[in-house]
């Protein structure tokens, strides 16, 4: 099976203006030992219905247990309101490398930073919008590339190094954010029973399972199957410490990011206004909060119209 996972067939997407990429975003040798040897990262690229009128550009992070496909029932909405929309299988997911190592969110916002502005050639501030996972590499984005950020927006996460997440990452809740953190083990006891494993998020967490279908859920679990896949989430997850003094020194070094920022949450998700609130003020001069009402976790997929509509309204704002 794709992991693109036959989008038009199957959830009858209009995907006829996508181009699919992979390109090498470090510095390995291209020549050796293979012209592969390095860093690829695969990704989408929509153009607006007219790119000479393009409004900017919108950067899709997805989360975990997801790829970039999380986001297939708004690039095409997103792209026809006039943007240029951009959505990568960040370092370790879908159809990118399977690094071992390299999973600190300054090094994964760094090899978005490099899709953007070296293969794509985009010199503009662009809009970056991250769910999750993609939610801490969009604020190490907007942190270390604020001069070439328009706007920030992320949610469906504890940021690293927050008072929130310190208490939130030892609950029944965030129980995974432990047993991704032990050396090897998970690996070995996930592999052969992805499906099952990554069905458990998605029923835990969402108001509207059914939004995720066999076929997504097929999808998604033949991705997290691949050689590497699963080792990779977890080296997500058990960079999170790292990240968080990463960020409490980036707060001290730089001050406040003057990027303006969207904390954006399922309405019957896990936190709220004051929750989320506790974690973005200290670290942005101009933090807001919105929801997408009726959705769980899984925001772009369950409420997929709800979502085109906050985030349009957010990059449009002046």
């Known amino acids: 099976m794709s992991l693109s996972g036959g989008l038009a067939g199957a959830n009858k997407i209009d995907d006829s203006r996508w181009t699919h990429h992979r390109v090498q975003v470090d510095d390995?040798?291209?020549h050796f030992p293979a012209p592969e040897a390095g860093i690829m990262l695969h990704y989408i690229s929509c153009p607006p219905p007219e790119p000479s009128a393009s409004k900017g550009t919108i950067l899709l992070i997805h989360g975990f247990p997801q790829t970039s496909y999380q986001f297939r029932r708004v690039i095409t909405p997103l792209s026809d309101a006039g943007f240029h929309v951009i959505v990568p299988d960040y370092r370790g997911a879908g159809e990118s490398s399977k690094s071992w190592e390299g999973y600190t969110k300054d090094i994964m916002?760094?090899?978005?930073?490099?899709l953007v502005t070296e293969h794509e050639g985009i010199k503009d501030r662009i809009h970056v919008v991250g769910h999750d996972i993609g939610g801490m590499i969009a604020h190490a984005y907007a942190?270390?590339?604020?001069?070439?950020?328009?706007?920030v927006c992320w949610g469906e996460c504890p940021l690293p190094g927050t008072k929130v997440y310190h208490e939130a990452k030892n609950t029944t809740m965030m129980w995974h954010f432990t047993f991704h953190s032990v050396p090897d083990l998970p690996e070995l006891l996930v592999a052969g029973r992805e499906r099952i494993y990554l069905k458990h998020f998605f029923d835990r967490l969402a108001q509207n399972p059914s939004a995720i279908s066999t076929h997504d859920l097929d999808v998604y679990a033949t991705a997290y199957a691949q050689p590497g896949a699963m080792r990779a989430a977890m080296n997500v997850y058990r960079a999170f410490e790292a990240d968080g003094e990463m960020n409490s020194d980036w707060l001290q070094e730089k001050g406040k990011c003057e990027v303006r920022c969207l904390n954006l949450w399922g309405g019957k998700s896990f936190s709220d206004e004051a929750t989320s609130k506790t974690m973005s003020e200290p670290h942005y001069t101009n933090a807001q909060f919105d929801t997408v009402e009726g959705a769980g976790h899984w925001?772009?997929?369950e409420r997929p119209n709800e979502f085109v509509a906050k985030v349009l309204k957010w990059v449009q704002q002046s």
């Open 28 to 30: 390995f040798p291209k």
């Open 143 to 151: 942190v270390q590339y604020p001069e070439h950020t328009a706007s």
């Open 299 to 301: 925001i772009a997929e």
């Open 109 to 114: 916002a760094r090899d978005l930073y490099r």
